[in-house]
């Protein structure tokens, strides 16, 4: 085990570190967030060509240049190197907490500090990191080391894909606060330059490395984002050799992440339902109760036809979500639930099942409103229920925004569509008269 020498002072002072390039459309709210809670804010640039550093040293941060040497544990060991504080906050310009959570860094800090034992031994936190889309939707959770104790034996390795070297015994993991991270998104990734910069690292580090799998899957995740069919055939190679390899071979989610690629690829492909399906099981045989890999199954078993299958599978996900209990391990469906109540309310349709149609269909227009295929349905089914307009429309008030003209027009339409004339109809007087005052 890794010996460290503990720092005497019990206050509780961060150091939110970052390295960047070319951020200045970031760097306000990469700084902001923070603000309340950081002792100093320290910015390493590694070349920005627009207003980065401007903006940065406006906001009050710490500013220092290093020349980039296609190295990201070199730019983030210089970066901490440089921390005062005695805890450290490690941040990137598309990364952020909201203020009640970066509180509770706060206030986990203090604990830890106060209790003997924790202060001896825990020297990170590791919390959830959750991708966002570019509407701010949850796409992927996944865990990651954020905050560190500023101690000379904490330090970084790798070139790309740069992790904590620490005994894992030294982390401790928590609920408590999260990091949303905005980068994740294909048109953020695709407009940053990242996918060209990382394929040319990872491919200098298999050439060094040839028999590191890790490597090749971190590259088939950047390749996945190229548009030509050689780029997509060499992604295909590598997430194959990672499911087919010995599970020793490869970190368990970059597996989980092979195994999504193909599922992805072949669930809406008729053709290769059998596939998908035999993937699926697969998978859940290496990862029992994955919520992530019921989600699948059910969604071959519901194209099968096979909808009581698909609806007790998913009926069980569904209370071990909500219980919290044996969920397995899940990337995606724990953080987006529509999933799951997509798939739900597609059994309970294949079943005749109209309450629980209405049902699932109001919970997954809760998370994405703007799906006319569920709404139509799912007015269609509350006027076959007898349910009266003005009932219907406090219904859809807990979805949509009815003092919103483009929404009421929204749902007008989907009325419209299901042969709900009348009430479409209502609807849009209802946003004629907004429009009109």
């Keep these: 085990m890794t010996e460290y020498s503990i720092q005497p002072d019990q206050t509780v002072r961060i150091s939110q570190c970052m390295i960047v390039k070319n951020e200045a459309k970031n760097i306000e709210r990469a700084l902001g967030w923070a603000k309340s809670v950081a002792y100093e804010q320290i910015v390493v640039d590694t070349g920005s060509t627009d207003d980065t550093v401007k903006l940065a040293e406006k906001l009050g941060a710490k500013v220092y240049h290093f020349q980039w040497v296609d190295d990201f544990s070199a730019a983030r060991n210089f970066s901490i190197k440089q921390a005062t504080g005695n805890w450290i906050i490690i941040s990137d310009a598309d990364e952020y907490m909201t203020p009640e959570d970066s509180e509770s860094v706060i206030d986990l800090l203090r604990n830890m500090q106060a209790d003997p034992e924790m202060h001896e031994n825990s020297f ?103 548009n030509d069919k050689e780029s997509q055939a060499e992604a295909d190679e590598y997430f194959a050799e990672a499911i087919n ?82 969920t397995g391990v899940s990337h995606y469906v724990k953080v987006n639930p529509a999933m799951l109540y997509g798939q739900l309310l597609l059994a309970a349709q294949g079943l005749g099942n109209v309450n629980e149609s209405i049902k699932y269909a109001a919970l997954y227009l809760k998370t994405n409103k703007y799906e006319p295929d569920i709404l139509s349905p799912y007015i269609f089914a509350l006027q076959n229920r007898g349910t009266a307009g003005d009932e219907l429309l406090i219904l859809l008030g807990s979805i949509y925004n009815l003092g919103n003209p483009n929404d009421l027009m929204f749902i007008a339409r989907a009325a419209k569509d299901c042969g709900a004339t009348e009430f479409s109809r209502m609807i849009v007087t209802i946003a004629e008269e907004m429009l009109d005052n």
């Design 124 to 226: 990170a936190i590791g919390c959830p990191l959750v991708n966002v889309d570019e509407n701010g939707e949850a796409m992927s959770v996944y865990s990651t080391i954020r905050v560190i104790r500023n101690n000379s034996s904490l330090r970084y390795i790798g070139r790309i894909h740069e992790r904590l070297d620490i005994d894992k015994n030294s982390v401790i993991w928590t609920d408590e606060f999260k990091v949303i991270h905005t980068g994740y998104s294909e048109s953020s990734i695709i407009e940053s330059g990242k996918i060209e910069r990382n394929i040319k690292m990872l491919r200098e580090e298999i050439a060094l490395n040839p028999n590191d799998l890790a490597l090749k899957i971190y590259l088939a995740d950047n390749l996945k984002f190229l």
């Design 245 to 326: 390899s010995g599970a020793e071979r490869v970190f368990y989610v970059l597996r989980i992440k092979a195994y999504i690629h193909f599922l992805n690829k072949y669930v809406n492909d008729p053709e290769r339902r059998d596939e998908c399906e035999s993937l699926c099981n697969k998978a859940l045989n290496e990862f029992p109760n994955s919520l992530d890999f019921e989600y699948f199954m059910a969604s071959v078993l519901n194209y099968n036809g096979d909808y009581q299958a698909a609806w007790d599978m998913l009926k069980a996900g569904e209370k071990r979500l909500t219980t919290g209990e044996n």
